[in-house]
């Protein structure tokens, strides 16, 4: 069965703080795709990243970036020097290959930026 | 490329009554997934379409209900209103199989009093 854990969930930071929201998934599937997701107070979830169960490499994206571990089964989202409009909910979700598959979401972690 | 789009963005509706929830997914993209984000219980699938079938359904009450078009847009529909049916529902759409990402719309806010 496919879970997504964020267990933190909120985190207040200052502008220009670096921080760290942590994902932590489970699957029975040796083939599976993980996501980040932001969703700001206005409601559409805004696609981040997407990753296969075959790429381990890190990736980093303007003042984002994704550790992805597999031998941890963890996907954690940094984004450095934290601004204002970051401030939104995150969701981390985990997608199964094959048919029948669909994304299954963490919690979510509300990230809080003050000026 | 236009997004997936979902209307009506805000639905108001008395328990016991019918809601009728539309989503138009990107060009190109055959599947449809229909999410359910309620205050406090975070992103719940609720049912998967493609190609015109019902391929997947999460643990919802038959109730919710819904289909696909020829144009693979999709319907959510829900019966029997419950208060607790007062949610963000979300839609996204994908290739097949999602593997290469899932788009998601700005959602309909359904309440029911």
């Known amino acids: 069965a496919q879970k997504v854990t964020q267990a933190q969930t909120e985190i207040s930071v200052v502008e220009k703080e670096d921080v760290t929201l942590d994902c932590v998934y489970e699957?029975?599937?040796?083939?599976?795709?993980l996501f980040w997701y932001k969703q700001p107070p206005s409601g559409e979830l805004v696609f981040l990243i997407r990753?296969?169960?075959?790429?381990?490499q890190n990736e980093i994206s303007g003042r984002y970036s994704w550790n992805f571990q597999k031998s941890t089964s963890s996907f954690n989202f940094t984004i450095t020097a934290s601004q204002v409009v970051d401030s939104a909910v995150y969701f981390c979700?985990?997608?199964?290959?094959?048919?029948?598959?669909?994304?299954?979401f963490g919690a979510g972690t509300i990230l809080r930026v003050k000026s | 490329e236009a997004g997936v789009t979902q209307s009506p963005t805000h639905l108001i509706k008395t328990r016991g009554q019918q809601a009728t929830l539309r989503c138009s997914p990107i060009?190109?993209?055959?599947?449809v997934y229909w999410y359910q984000q309620a205050l406090g219980l975070g992103l719940q699938f609720l049912l998967w379409?493609?190609?015109?079938?019902?391929?997947n359904r999460g643990n919802f009450p038959p109730r919710f209900s819904g289909r696909q078009f020829p144009n693979y847009s999709s319907e959510l529909n829900v019966n029997a209103l419950e208060l607790e049916d007062s949610a963000l529902y979300l839609c996204?759409?994908?290739?097949?199989?999602?593997?290469?990402?899932?788009?998601f719309g700005s959602g309909t806010r359904l309440t029911v009093v």
């Open positions: 996204a759409s994908s290739r097949l199989g999602g593997s290469h990402g899932y788009t």
């Open positions: 699957t029975r599937d040796t083939t599976y795709y």
């Open positions: 990753r296969n169960s075959f790429d381990e």
């Open positions: 979700a985990l997608s199964e290959a094959g048919y029948g598959n669909k994304l299954v």
């Open positions: 060009s190109g993209h055959t599947s």
């Open positions: 379409y493609d190609e015109g079938e019902e391929r």
